[in-house]
T-cell receptor, first 115, second 114 residues
């Protein structure tokens, strides 16, 4: 399985500011995914990032709020823009495991607190 | 559309007892099913996956799950609980094809009593 790292591991931010989260994979992958895990909740898919094309966002998530970059096959960033306390969550990136079945491997997550 | 229901947000068992975590799914296409575990302050680790090759799937750490199409279930079991099994467990479903994200259940917090 791929080894995935995320930066930062955690951050405390002021409302109205933006934070960019980085996701680095140790091998080339086609698909990368960004999820949000709100406190005590399950994971919700934010968007799918395919290298060389615009990210595909799930219902309820928009590019202006969560812009995503995917410059190459091993790296992606998610920006949380104009943050409010409701954005306090764990943000996780994952990668496609390379099989038809969509198994995914997850990074350690970024714990964001917005004051 | 797909969905996953995990019955019981919290499950408590004694150390050495059977662990049973329930997962039911809804899918309009043949599903691929997964169990993930999340330890405190960590990401998700894949425990096991169902890919239609066999209905009884064995995973890591002594866990296994059985796919029952008639019951649309994929319950996770372990014969003997260990203190280190205390964690959050998530059931997830995909439709395959490689391009879609996973749909997760709400999770079950497993508590192990000494």
């Amino acid at each position: 399985s791929a080894v995935i790292s995320q930066k930062p591991s955690r951050d405390i931010c002021q409302r109205g500011t933006s934070l960019t989260i980085q996701c680095q994979v140790d091998s080339q992958v086609t698909m990368m995914f960004w999820y949000r895990q709100q406190p005590g909740q399950s994971l919700t898919l934010i968007a799918t990032a395919n290298q060389g094309s615009e990210a595909t966002y799930e219902s309820g998530f928009v590019i202006d709020k969560f812009p995503i970059s995917r410059p190459n096959l091993t790296f992606s960033t998610l920006t949380v823009s104009n943050m409010s306390p409701e954005d306090s969550s764990i943000y996780l990136c994952s990668v496609d495991g390379g099989s038809y079945y969509n198994e995914q491997f997850f990074g350690p997550g970024t714990r964001l607190t917005v004051l | 559309a797909q969905s996953v229901t995990q019955l019981g947000s919290h499950v408590s068992v004694s150390e050495g007892a059977l662990v049973l975590l329930r997962c039911n799914y809804s899918s309009s296409v043949p599903p691929y099913l997964f169990w993930y575990v999340q330890y405190p302050n960590q990401g998700l680790q894949l425990l096991l996956k169902y890919t239609s090759a066999a209905t009884l799937v064995k995973g890591i750490n002594g866990f296994e799950a059985e796919f029952k199409k008639s019951e649309t279930s994929f319950h996770l079991t372990k014969p003997s609980a260990h203190m280190s099994d205390a964690a959050e467990y998530f059931c997830a479903v995909s439709s395959g094809g490689g391009a879609d994200g996973l749909t997760f259940g709400k999770g079950t917090h497993l508590i192990i009593q000494p």
